[in-house]
């Protein structure tokens, strides 16, 4: 994780002390791929502009641009049908250029009242720059300890934590060097994905590993969403559980997949939009070490 210090983010942000009011910067970061990652981002992005926020999505992964593609889709049917749905403008990063990748972040940033960044299923470090200047960064996960092992490690006869990994100390070492550097809190979200087909013991040892690691680094739990055919269904019209008026019919799993997004957009906790508070208004990869 880049670690920024005073001096740094005062370059940052063009050594201005009195930080302008930016857009609340909401990245998804996971260094695993598989969990659903962009799938939740790109539900969280339509559901604040469903709720008349201005959104921007930042694809951070080049190579399978899922967000992006995501978002293509969507403009094509909007186009297709002759229908305004909500929209987020969108870029994709070329995966190598710290200009576009600031340039990019300036523009999707200007007039905006959230910024959604999705990153790559690997180390990335345009991923960890992002990370290090969100307000809130959500870290989806299944119950598994497969995907547990990311964020801690656990005894393998009592399932009791024994030590965060390597990955969470970087979060927590970023936490607090942005704390310094302008007093922002980075509300630090572990996304439980993919709850529904978990076997019940399994589901108990993951979630009281959970709350151990959580008391001792700091992040909070929430519900994501579930195992679903239908997500993957809405893909190529670019579609999501808010635009229930382009399906038709809507069957049980259609409404069950609808309250599993109400949930976790209620247990998020983002602020109202026009209501962001203070953030970096850009970045400059400059100022930041390595």
Known sequence: MERTTNDQHQRATGGNPALTAGPHIIVFANEKGGTGKSTTAVHVAI????????????????????????????????????????????????????????????????????????????????????????????????????????????????????????????????????????????????????LQHIEARNMRRVSDALAQLSKRVGFRIIPGLGERVIYRELFPQGLTMIDSREFGAMGLAHVAARQELREMMAALQLPEAGAAEPALPGVDLGGVAA
């Not at 049908?81 to 576009?100: C, I, K, N, W, Y």
Request: some cysteine.
């Open 47 to 194: 559901a604040l502009a469903a709720k008349g926020a201005r959104v921007a999505c930042f694809d951070l992964d080049h190579r399978q641009r899922t967000v992006g593609r995501y978002l293509d889709n969507r403009a094509e049917t909007m186009r297709r049908r002759g229908v305004e749905l909500p929209m987020p403008r969108h870029a994709t990063h070329d995966g190598t250029s710290e200009a576009f990748f600031e340039d990019n972040w300036h523009q999707l940033a200007e007039g905006s009242d959230f910024l959604v960044i999705d990153t790559p299923g690997r180390d990335d470090h345009f991923a960890r720059t992002a990370a290090t200047l969100s307000n809130t960064l959500v870290t989806p996960m299944n119950d598994s300890f497969v995907d547990f092992d990311l964020i801690g490690q656990v005894d393998p006869d009592t399932y009791n934590v024994t030590r965060p990994s390597f990955y969470s100390e970087l979060i927590w070492d970023a936490r607090k060097q942005r704390a310094r550097a302008d007093g922002t809190t980075i509300d630090w979200v572990v996304l439980r994905n993919r």
